[in-house]
């Protein structure tokens, strides 16, 4: 069984800062005990080539007679070994007969292993005598550890302070952080309102920043959901309504030919709440995807192919015939499913509004920056003047007969508007009925 440790802003600050002064300090102390060292090294070795030249100068060891240690009395210090030798190799003073240095001489500086401890010696040559003077190595590293610790002892004694303060700061620091995990817990559910950016620190404002723009989708989000669910409400209560009616009608019907013909009315009125359910479905599906799948390369002759198959049962039903020419294919970036709803939106809204044995011109085009499609129907058309207007939700043209949701049209600019498109209702050619074109201006795009 796995322990999760609570992850903490503040522990993890207190540690990283306590570290770094522990870190720091060791890295002071041991430069100072390098460079105390290499101080010592100097003056030590100084002091021992001073001794063996002011014994050279004198007689005073020699009248000593044979090999003999120093007393308590002797001026020689007491970490310095001092060997006297004669040109012939006899050894006329030894400063500790315990400790005697080797027997072979290197003139000037050498280090010496005696007995597991490591001597720093200086030989010196005269006419008379030659001169060893050595020192234990560990005085030296005892005064620059002595020195060391010195300098890293006031931090340590200073630690406690040093964790009291910086945990003060680190706390002070955080209190913004505090304060806006206060302020977003003390809203209301529906309080999407923008929390105020004056007055934080510049490390928090992106945070905050950020958070505004997720309520601000989040916002539209649940605008959008109330006007479909007050859309919804108000479009099916009409066919709701109507199909009761037609229920009625047809238990009250007191022949076969008015139960026919209210059989056939309801079921007219249950093909038109159904369209109309779809319709609103697609708007939802089409407006809740706030994060489509990535957008891919797509083929618009394969797009209005498969829009076309959806459709051709429906226009079979009105004896109205379709037909596709123009380039092979046309290649732009973007969601297949998505294009195909825009393009099977303008198809079902062509031939709803051509009469029956009429001809629909579904035609495809591709340039160098851009690709585009137009359907051409030979309906009565639509007004210049509310060309714009029938994009809107539920709004149908002025005296238009045709039933349907009015959402169509809606749902085929919305697409073509998030695949950077532009959809616009032109007159025919020939001066009879209506064009769609939607037109792609960057068909090699990237994501959308």
């Not at 004198?58 to 007393?71: A, F, I």
């Not at 302020?183 to 559910?189: E, G, H, K």
């Not at 099916?236 to 019907?253: E, K, T």
């Not at 319709?279 to 498969?306: I, N, T």
């Amino acid at each position: 069984m796995s322990i999760r440790l609570s992850y903490s802003l503040r522990a993890r600050l207190l540690f990283f800062l306590l570290a770094a002064i522990a870190v720091g300090a060791l890295v002071q102390g041991a430069i100072a005990y390098r460079s105390t060292l290499a101080q010592a090294d100097d003056i030590f070795d100084s002091l021992l080539q001073r001794t063996a030249l002011s014994l050279g100068t004198g007689d005073g060891l020699l009248s000593t007679g044979p090999t003999h240690s120093r007393g308590a009395g002797s001026p020689v210090a007491d970490d310095l070994i001092i060997q006297i030798w004669t040109p012939d190799g006899l050894r006329v003073f030894n400063s500790r007969s315990r400790r005697p240095l080797p027997d072979q001489i290197v003139l000037g500086f050498s280090d010496a292993r005696m007995e597991g401890t490591t001597y720093r010696v200086y030989s010196l040559a005269t006419p008379f005598q030659v001169i060893q003077v050595a020192q234990d190595m560990d005085v030296r590293k005892h005064m620059a550890r002595a020195l060391a610790l010195r300098t890293i002892a006031p931090i340590a004694a200073a630690a406690p302070l040093l964790m009291l303060i910086i945990w003060c700061v680190v706390s002070w620091s955080l209190r913004p952080v505090k304060r806006a995990r206060a302020q977003v817990a003390a809203r209301q559910p529906e309080d999407l309102s923008p929390v105020n950016v004056q007055g934080w620190p510049d490390e928090i404002q992106p945070l905050i920043q950020e958070l505004n723009l997720l309520l601000e989708r989040m916002r539209g989000a649940f605008a959008q959901q109330k006007q479909f669910v007050g859309d919804a409400a108000h479009e099916l209560r009409s066919p709701l309504a109507a199909l009761r009616l037609q229920l009625q009608a047809l238990q009250r019907a007191g022949s076969p030919e008015g139960r026919q013909l209210a059989e056939q009315r309801l079921a007219a009125g249950i093909d038109r709440a159904t369209r109309l359910v779809e319709q609103l479905l697609s708007m939802a599906r089409h407006e809740s995807a706030a994060e489509p799948s990535p957008a891919a390369p797509v083929d618009l002759a394969d797009v209005l192919r498969q829009a076309l198959s959806e459709t051709l049962p429906q226009a079979n039903a009105k004896s109205v015939s379709i037909d596709m020419d123009g380039a092979a294919e046309a290649w732009i970036t973007g969601h297949r499913d998505a294009l195909v709803l825009l393009a099977r939106n303008l198809l079902d809204n062509a031939v709803k509004h051509t009469p029956e044995g009429k001809h629909i011109r579904l035609h495809l085009e591709q340039a160098a920056n851009k690709a585009s499609f137009m359907i051409d129907d030979e309906g009565a058309g639509i007004p210049p003047t509310e060309r714009e207007r029938v994009f809107d939700r539920f709004y149908r043209a002025e005296g238009n007969t045709q039933h349907g949701s009015g959402l169509g049209l809606s749902i085929a600019r919305a697409i073509a508007d998030r695949h950077g498109a532009e959809i616009s209702l032109e007159d025919a050619p020939g001066g009879q009925g209506l064009r769609a074109r939607v037109t792609f201006t960057r068909p090699q795009s990237p994501a959308i």
